[in-house]
């Protein structure tokens, strides 16, 4: 009889720390259609909010953020809904 060998993977370390409060940022807009005057005097940056992140990377310049993060088959991490803005931005 065969004995099962259970193999455990070993998981990449989550060093990440959460923000400790919501991000505002300006973030850039665009139209692909037809515009009137009006709409193009009235149109303005959008008012971003990021909340309940994670930091991946805080530069001097920009931050990355990541939303939800997950395990390979390999037990290495991979990372979604990640964005990354510029400080200027912010």
């Known amino acids: 009889m065969r004995r099962r ?3 455990q993977l070993k998981k990449t370390k989550f060093n990440y720390k959460k923000l400790k409060k919501d991000l505002h940022w300006l973030d850039a ?3 692909t259609g037809w515009l009137s ?3 193009m005097d009235n149109i303005k940056p959008s008012n ?3 909340g309940s992140m994670w930091i991946y990377k805080d530069t001097k310049d920009y931050i990355t953020l ?3 993060y ?3 088959d390999k037990g290495e ?3 979604g809904e990640v964005i990354t803005i ?3 931005w912010m």
């Open 29 to 31: 807009i665009s139209q």
């Open 48 to 50: 971003a909010v990021s």
């Open 77 to 79: 991490i991979e990372f």
């Open 37 to 39: 005057i009006n709409d």
């Open 86 to 88: 510029p400080k200027k």
């Open 70 to 72: 997950s395990y390979d």
């Open 5 to 7: 060998i259970k193999t």
């Open 66 to 68: 990541f939303g939800t």
